[in-house]
DNA sequence: GATGAATGAGCGTTCATTCAT
DNA sequence: TATGAATGAACGCTCATTCAT
């Protein structure tokens, strides 16, 4: 009755295996993520980087915010994964740091980009304070229980409270992917990494100083 | 008879020391930018918080680039110099170490908005890559330059690198101001937050191993 | 091993008589419509309300404004049948006035929501001025002509003009049904119906004047 | 320090007596209103109609809802002032229904864009229900006030409740400026427009019916 | 027939920036 | 200097419409 809007035209492009467009865009939300940061990553990027129509992204993820907590939960809940699976808290302390050094160098290795987005774009810019504070707490929680049960086996100095070296090794992991994102440190290769890798873990294990 | 248009000319408030201004809207942006980020500071916010004039701001800083370059910059130039006077490469190692938790810890205690800004907004969200590389680099350096007169002097482990240390170092830092931040650690007395620079010192002076 | 491509054919459900989904989706047009308005009233819904996918709509009507003009038509041959037939000319004049007004009110008893959208939405909202004054006009010269003939037999003050009554008397109507439709009028039971109806035809009829 | 968005020349247009920019944008609503209804009334069209920015619209009036809420308030409360006067309840109800009815003319002869949003338009698109429901109650209440005055003093015909005969007259009322809006009745000069008046007063004071 | 993923123009709203006064 | 009205590009989101399956 009222004159609708002008007819525009319309295709469903068919080769594409349906699915596999979701995941399409959220591969392509990390890569725009990455390189334009949470306020820059503009909906039609995201759109026309996975080779998408713009009102497709809306189909699936409902909205910008939405969109950008998907990407992160999966990025993040894979990380999660790797860490806990590393802060095992009944293997040996040293074993224990290497191997989550290990894991998040790893991690920056495999896919740099979701990484960085990770640690310099979502845990920051999105979700409010309030968000962050979670995760910080999440990963600093599963630290401590790996510090608490070291100390009940004797491997920690008694002057170390857990929770403070909780903070502080998750301040030298969170570095440690800062200095590679900004490209200070760049293990390309397995040997550097681990080089990487027990460097951290030995210093945090033994401290700096050379005096006992 | 006829209606005259209405215009104040509106001349400069009276009260107000003219060159106060600047330092007004420096303030106000601090304020702004600790409360709601970076990309929800808007110029008119700034303008408002300030209690002055939309205009002025564009006056005195040209833009909000500009803007927030300044307040960045004023904030960043103090803590620097606090840190360098800290990393002191000619004192000892551990007290060296001390004094520095205690500037960066000191530095929240008396402004916790302003380094809530240059911690959580300014040094990740904003000004691209390039500029939290540049921050990134010189804080290290000082870091490493301080362990590297220290290696010198036979106080650091012959096994720790320098610029490893001083990554880990800034990542301990700056982990220790996050928790601030995020409300983990929150030092409201003078020796509370002794006690929790010396835990970190401590820390990172020897490690959290028992073993030796 | 290959992951095959999920598509359900999707094939007609059995138990539906075919032609029974057109008017499934016509009576859920009239509840979107009447629970949300013109312009408030997506296909998504419909298709929703219906029970139909998506694009079964488009099927059967071919685009929104067809879908609703559809509607509106249906309801509105409807109503007008109902008015035609109490307009009967050759009825008395009181008779047929009564008639009228029960047949409205009628209609808002039976299928408040069609008569809600025929009234507040479609005749105002939708289709533009000139819809609106084709069914304005058409219904108006029913009510003439029946003015017309009571007239003619005598039945009409002479100061009366038939045009000017046939339409004052549309505004009653109106009006009784947006009374209804807003809640302040409300004839749940026939009495109730009745009484309300005859009330309008009396004050209609012989006026509000006391003196004569 | 994050790209700003790119600098976009600006002007504020001199000659133009600042705050007359409001009326002017306001005057522009109507008119966009009158010609394309609520829903098709867009934003940039009542800029472009005012022949101003985009973003004025939003300085002066913070979003399209309020913009229309304003048009509409002040057409409504001129209107309501006008009706009030009219169905003063100390004046004996036959001059006070001529009166009543001038005064709806009378708006309609004088700007009927605005009446014709009024009636048309926002009593219906905006606000929802319950906004016209108040705008409904209020109108009849003044009505209804007058009728119960008439009443008292024994003008009325014992048989007419003072309510109904309110919301029968509002109908009428509202008919006849829809059938002016309509062109079905279009009193151009005093004369007519008395004419019509006056008809539609007595019709609803004496009723159409001859037999007594 | 039936399905719903895909498309993209359009609209409301924001806000950095300019400039007449 | 100081003011704040004026500008308009940009962006998030909606939803009518199409079409491969």
Chains 1, 2, 3, 4 share one sequence.
């Not at 809940?77 to 050094?101: S, Y």
């Not at 990484?115 to 962050?132: C, F, H, T």
């Not at 909780?166 to 040997?191: D, I, K, N």
């Not at 681990?194 to 460097?199: I, N, Y």
């Amino acid at each position: 009755m009222a004159a609708q809007r002008k007819r525009r035209p319309a295709a469903a492009l068919p080769g594409v295996p349906a699915a596999e467009r979701e995941k399409a865009i959220l591969a392509a939300a990390v890569r725009v993520l990455a390189r334009k940061g949470y306020h820059g990553c503009r909906m039609s990027d995201v759109a026309r980087e996975a080779g998408v129509a713009y009102g497709l992204v809306y189909h699936y993820f409902g909205n910008k915010d939405a969109l950008l907590q998907t990407v992160f939960r999966a990025g993040w809940g894979q990380f999660m994964a790797g860490i806990r699976a590393a802060a095992d808290p009944d293997r040996p302390l040293p074993e224990g740091l290497v191997a989550l050094v290990c894991v998040v160098l790893e991690a920056w290795r495999r896919e740099p980009e979701a990484v960085r987005v990770l640690i310099l774009e979502i845990a920051r810019g999105a979700g409010g304070r309030s968000y962050r504070q979670r995760l910080f707490e999440e990963i600093v929680g599963v630290l401590r229980g790996m510090f608490e049960r070291a100390r009940a086996r004797g491997e920690l100095r008694a002057a170390v409270e857990p929770k403070l070296a909780a903070v502080l090794l998750f301040g030298a992991l969170e570095t440690a992917l800062t200095a590679c994102v900004l490209g200070s440190l760049s293990p390309r290769s397995q040997p550097e990494l681990e080089r990487a890798a027990s460097g951290v873990a030995e210093t945090f294990l033994h401290g700096v100083c050379a005096v006992r």
